[in-house]
């Protein structure tokens, strides 16, 4: 995830010494070597392009490409002629290099790092017309020249910026990582946004920061909540469980500032294939949880619903096991239930129900919300009836123990004493089965 820090300027003068004219003569081959100098090693560059053009007069030979050794050859080339080789590669700055004659054999090209630009054929001539003045430059290769000092002092501040910021996202991600295992998670966070901070912009480190961080905050608001529930003064507990949302709202958006970062990036050195689909699904998995545990733990604000109403679809694309697909289509209806949005609520249990119509979070979800539809609509009836139907059920499918079981039991009780409903029989809508109503 970590970068080189090297970025090579569009042009680069070379030094060129051009022959007189000379007349066409016998062929020799003319062959050599391109190298890269990497931690004090010679390596050799494969696939870089080498093309051939004679400075003695106007010519272009055909190109060739580097074989495995960094090696390239040219059959025959005019004995008596001088030529320039331009090197270029994906992983290389493009360079120039002079004073080249036919028969030429082994020579040895040395090239530097860089981002794989490669030079016109202007360029080049360009470059070897202002060496072979030999003295005063013109007007236009003073400004040529100028241009590339500037360029180049620009590409070696950035390179510089980028050392030391690399540097920094590294010593802070592996400290970061450090404080997780300790479980603490305020020095983890600290240590993360030092690695975002150092170059917030950078895909190759931020949403792996960002993943990280957010998986910390919500430990953090665990914790937080878990202290604040213990609490006996009643501002204390408030403040203790405000803060906990505060810590579930900036997991949330450290996974969402991860995602957005990934959704259409494309695999590059910097950020591999791999690295890409694991910071997607972990940025989707990520917030699933995290919403997963607001809804728990009844701590959801209109935040978190915009980002479930975002996120969870999402997921929902790439997800493929059944069960998962459904335990997230729960999670989005208990957000709504417990942020107050009855009716949408419902419409997301029902729409858990269609795959998995024994599911009995669904079921209990989907009744208490239209109990409480009910009582707010002046008791209205056809609510409580459906709130029943979907509770009665819920009470004779869920296990001994489960959460609501003894609520839903003392509503059903509520309805059929007060209210004088009656459960009934809540329609299969489960697979292969049609829903009432259809042909």
Known sequence: MFRKAVISVSFALALLMVASVAAMAQLAPLSGRVVLEQDGKKVPVVGALVEVYRTDMKGTLPSAKTDKNGGFQFAGVPITGTFVLSVSAPTI?????????????????????????????????????????????????????????????????????????????????????????????????????????????????????????????????VEERNAAIKLTDPTAKTEGLAKAKQDLDESIASFAKAWAMLKSAAPSDELPKANLDAGKMGALLGTRDALKLAARVELVDDKMMDSAKTMIPEYLTVETDAAKKADAQL??????????????????????????????????GAGLCLFAMGAVNNNDKTMYQEGANYLQKYVSVAPEGHKF?????????????????TPQKVPTTGPGKKKPGSN
Not at 184 to 190: F, L, N, R, S, V
Not at 350 to 359: A, C, H, I, M, R
Not at 407 to 418: F, G, H, P, R, Y
């Open 331 to 364: 999670v989005i209806a208990d957000l709504y239930r417990v942020n107050g949005d009855y009716a949408s609520a419902v419409d997301a249990y029902k729409k858990v129900l269609e795959t998995s119509p024994d599911n009995p979070d669904a079921l209990v």
């Open 93 to 221: 700055q493009p360079q120039i290099f002079p004073g080249i004659k036919g028969g030429a054999d082994a020579i040895l090209l040395n090239v530097v790092a860089g981002n794989g630009e490669k030079f016109t054929e202007e360029q080049v001539r360009q470059g070897a017309s202002m060496s072979a003045s030999g003295g005063e430059l013109t007007p236009e290769q003073k400004k040529q020249q100028a241009e590339y000092e500037a360029k180049r002092k620009e590409a070696e501040a950035k390179n510089e910026s980028i050392k030391k910021s690399t540097e920094v996202i590294k010593t802070s991600f592996q400290a970061g990582n450090q404080a997780m295992s300790a479980k603490d998670w305020a020095t983890a966070i600290q240590k993360y946004d030092e690695g975002i901070a150092a170059d917030p912009q950078f895909v190759g480190s931020v949403p792996a920061l960002s993943n990280n961080r957010g998986i910390a905050y919500m430990n953090k608001a």
């Open 405 to 421: 079981k003894a609520d839903a039991q003392a509503i059903l009780e509520q309805l059929k004493n007060e209210q004088k409903v």
